[in-house]
């Protein structure tokens, strides 16, 4: 069974930084597409970031772009999410998400927002089950 873990949320200061990790099992995890994505109190749901494991490819969000980083290693199964210089409006559950048909997860973290996030969860083939980024002001 097609599994992903988040892990690593906490709490953290602003302009600090933080690494979230994302565990999958039960895929092919170099033919796949993973990308994060984040639910601020009160806010809708949006994508974050996402990397095409099969090329490196990635996409970031203007708002996170310079200051977050998305990777893979290939080795353990795992995508980081490395964030810093967080600011308070980077609160948010973090979720990740994968889909074997890449350009469906690149379009979901471009374009995806969801008032919850069970409501979106056709929209990629299997998400995680989320991890609090609390960040203070």
């Known amino acids: 069974e097609v599994q992903l873990v988040e892990s690593g949320g906490g709490l953290v200061q602003t302009g600090g930084s933080l690494r979230l990790s994302c565990a999958a099992s039960?895929?092919?995890?170099?033919?796949?597409?993973i990308g994060w994505f984040r639910q601020a109190p009160g806010k809708d749901g949006e994508g974050v970031a996402c990397?095409?494991?099969?090329?490196?490819?990635?996409y970031y969000a203007d708002s996170v772009k310079g200051r977050f980083t998305i990777s893979s290693d290939n080795a353990k199964n795992v995508v980081y999410l490395q964030m810093n210089s967080l600011r308070h409006e980077d609160t948010a559950v973090y979720y990740c998400?994968?889909?074997?048909?890449?350009?469906?997860?690149?379009?979901?973290?471009?374009?995806?927002?969801?008032?919850?996030?069970?409501?979106?969860?056709?929209?990629?083939?299997?998400w995680g089950q989320g991890t609090l980024v609390t960040v203070s002001s």
């Open positions: 998400g994968a889909d074997r048909l890449k350009n469906t997860l690149f379009f979901q973290t471009k374009n995806l927002k969801w008032r919850t996030r069970e409501s979106v969860t056709t929209a990629v083939e299997r």
């Open positions: 990397i095409n494991n099969s090329d490196g490819s990635t």
């Open positions: 039960g895929i092919n995890f170099a033919e796949i597409a």
